[in-house]
């Protein structure tokens, strides 16, 4: 629903310049991922322990048909759980304004599940490959990996360059179009790219790159005002003509959203590699990515 929403409620907040259809209700406890999503995937871990379902990495399996009260019960209680740790995560003094909550809270909530109903493990290193360096030790397998098709460098470095640049040149057009609200539109890409993840639960190949999408925007939001050298920047942005430095400013920033999107695909793909692979239940990479690239990216450039 957040891939659907969040281009949707981004508009609204645009043209009413209110942010409580995004706070409310793209973020909020009605269909936020650190509720819906973070419920679902404790569920399944709660639902692969007592041998319901094979695997509690299985989160793109319905739990609806299982007809299990104690199943929905847990994810209602986690997805409670998640509204009470976004909450908490904002109040914290610097960390909380210079980071993202929804992500922190997905990743708090997998692992609070996992070590309540999974392997009870970090990383689990019984299953590691024998090998003697490091890199190769946690290189995923046939048995051990997350999405194959963007598992290796050439893979997800090409991947977060290329949607990075794009999803940096997309927020910053419609940063343009609706300067009041420039601030979260690289939420509409974040949404764009969760498409993709509609044919993963269809069973068809597909990309996950919303993470990438999230980063590489709100790193061209970011690096935009610092480089553009006049008052408002994305009120300008509608201007090419008239804004001498338009066409550098711009390309500088989309450039920075590519790096920012390598960046991302890179840290996901790490994550992936530690604390999802080899363990028995779901850790969410892209949330692992999001986190600490926009804690990076806040305490250095806001």
């Given at each position: 629903?957040?891939?659907?929403?969040?281009?949707?409620c981004?508009?609204?907040?645009?043209?009413?310049?209110?942010?409580?259809?995004?706070?409310?209700?793209?973020?909020?406890?009605f269909?936020?991922?650190?509720?819906?999503?973070?419920?679902?995937?404790?569920?399944?871990i709660?639902?692969?322990?007592?041998?319901?379902?094979?695997?509690?990495?299985?989160?793109?399996?319905?739990?609806?048909?299982?007809?299990?009260?104690?199943?929905?019960?847990?994810?209602?209680?986690?997805?409670?759980f998640?509204?009470?740790?976004?909450?908490?995560?904002?109040?914290?003094?610097?960390?909380?304004?210079?980071?993202?909550?929804i992500?922190?809270?997905?990743?708090?909530?997998?692992?609070?599940?996992?070590?309540?109903?999974?392997?009870?493990?970090?990383?689990?290193?019984?299953?590691?490959?024998?090998?003697?360096?490091w890199?190769?030790?946690?290189?995923p397998?046939?048995e051990?990996?997350?999405?194959?098709r963007?598992?290796?460098?050439?893979?997800?470095?090409?991947?977060?360059?290329?949607?990075?640049?794009?999803?940096?040149?997309?927020?910053?057009f419609?940063?343009?179009l609706?300067?009041?609200?420039?601030?979260?539109?690289?939420?509409?890409?974040?949404?764009?790219?969760?498409?993709?993840?509609?044919?993963?639960?269809?069973?068809?190949p597909?990309?996950?790159?919303?993470?990438?999408?999230?980063?590489?925007?709100?790193?061209?939001?970011?690096?935009?005002?610092r480089?553009?050298?006049?008052?408002?920047?994305?009120?300008?942005?509608?201007?090419?003509?008239?804004?001498?430095?338009?066409?550098v400013?711009?390309?500088?920033?989309?450039?920075?959203?590519?790096?920012?999107?390598?960046?991302?695909?890179?840290?996901?793909?790490?994550?992936?590699?530690?604390?999802?692979?080899?363990?028995?239940?779901?850790?969410?990479?892209?949330a692992?990515?999001?986190?600490?690239?926009?804690?990076?990216?806040?305490?250095?450039?806001?």
């Amino acid at each position: 629903m957040v891939a659907i929403l969040a281009p949707v409620c981004w508009t609204i907040s645009a043209v009413t310049g209110s942010p409580v259809p995004l706070d409310a209700v793209v973020f909020g406890p009605f269909f936020g991922p650190h509720v819906d999503f973070s419920g679902g995937a404790a569920a399944t871990i709660y639902a692969a322990r007592h041998g319901l379902i094979p695997s509690g990495r299985l989160v793109n399996l319905s739990l609806g048909p299982l007809r299990n009260p104690r199943v929905l019960l847990v994810g209602a209680l986690f997805g409670a759980f998640g509204v009470l740790v976004a909450a908490g995560v904002r109040s914290i003094p610097w960390f909380g304004s210079h980071t993202d909550a929804i992500a922190v809270t997905v990743t708090l909530s997998a692992f609070a599940a996992r070590f309540t109903f999974g392997d009870k493990t970090f990383v689990n290193r019984a299953h590691f490959n024998t090998a003697t360096s490091w890199p190769r030790i946690i290189a995923p397998t046939a048995e051990h990996c997350w999405l194959p098709r963007q598992q290796q460098p050439r893979h997800f470095l090409v991947l977060g360059a290329i949607v990075g640049g794009l999803a940096g040149a997309v927020t910053l057009f419609l940063a343009g179009l609706a300067p009041d609200a420039a601030g979260s539109a690289n939420v509409v890409m974040f949404g764009v790219s969760g498409w993709a993840i509609i044919a993963l639960q269809l069973g068809r190949p597909g990309w996950v790159t919303h993470h990438i999408s999230n980063i590489a925007g709100l790193t061209a939001l970011l690096v935009m005002p610092r480089i553009a050298g006049i008052p408002e920047p994305f009120e300008a942005l509608s201007q090419p003509f008239v804004w001498p430095l338009w066409w550098v400013s711009t390309s500088v920033a989309v450039l920075a959203a590519a790096a920012g999107g390598v960046l991302a695909a890179a840290v996901a793909e790490l994550g992936a590699r530690l604390f999802l692979n080899r363990s028995d239940s779901f850790i969410d990479p892209p949330a692992l990515a999001i986190w600490p690239c926009a804690t990076l990216l806040l305490g250095l450039l806001r």
